[in-house]
């Protein structure tokens, strides 16, 4: 049977007529983000990133972390689907997340934009980092049944004008479409490590497919 296209896929979504699975992804269109090896093409501060079996490795389990810390990368994206997979490890406060279309603020070590959260009580969420400082979207509860405490989970970030979507282990906990005016449809892509007790966060398999016009 042959797969639907996306776009007709969403508008049957929309409706009702399927449910929210995330769509099968055309492998030959990712592009890796990360090597797996290194952090090339990726900015921040390495005191608190590092590679570590084939994946980075924001934050440690040996201290606490003062403050938020991001890893950016160098190129700015628009419209685009990214996957990765990623693992939380630490306490009950215990918190990362994935930011998009995101900016670094000058003279600061926080980023403004989306974030694609983590953490207890935040996985799934759609949260608007050093901005509006709020949630925009909570997730779909029934959607966060397939989430894997302390193990590798799926994320699906899509971005498509002010429509955007998140998925976690194939089930979508976001629709949401950006009503504000003014708000950047463009920027860099960030791994976080929040600030709090001893956590680690893990990304990898980290690949991006841009949506053209």
């Not at 939380?88 to 600061?108: H, M, S, W």
């Not at 004008?161 to 009503?179: A, C, F, K, M, S």
């Not at 708000?183 to 991006?208: F, L, M, R, S």
Request: hydrophobic letters at 40%.
């Amino acid at each position: 049977m042959r797969a639907l296209p996306f776009a007709l896929l969403t508008a049957l979504i929309s409706v009702g007529f399927v449910g929210a699975e995330e769509p099968a992804p055309d492998e030959a269109a990712f592009a890796p983000l990360f090597d797996g090896q290194t952090l090339a093409g990726w900015e921040g501060n390495l005191d608190w990133f590092r590679v570590e079996d084939g994946a980075i490795v924001a934050g440690t389990l040996e201290k606490a972390i003062p403050r938020n810390e991001f890893l950016c990368t160098e190129a700015e994206y628009g419209d685009f689907e990214l996957r990765l997979k990623v693992k939380l490890v630490g306490g009950a406060d215990a918190n990362a997340g994935i930011q998009f279309r995101t900016r670094r603020i000058p003279d600061n070590h926080e980023v403004s934009g989306y974030q694609a959260d983590m953490g207890e009580g935040w996985w799934g969420c759609l949260y608007d980092e050093s901005r509006r400082n709020r949630v925009l979207a909570q997730a779909d509860a029934e959607a966060l049944q397939s989430l894997k405490p302390g193990d590798w989970n799926d994320y699906v970030i899509r971005c498509e004008g002010p429509r955007i979507q998140l998925w976690l282990n194939g089930q979508r906990t976001v629709d949401y479409t950006e009503e504000e005016q003014g708000i950047e449809q463009t920027g860099v892509i960030a791994v976080q490590i929040h600030g709090g007790g001893p956590t680690e966060a893990w990304y990898k398999d980290v690949k991006i497919k841009v949506i053209e016009d």
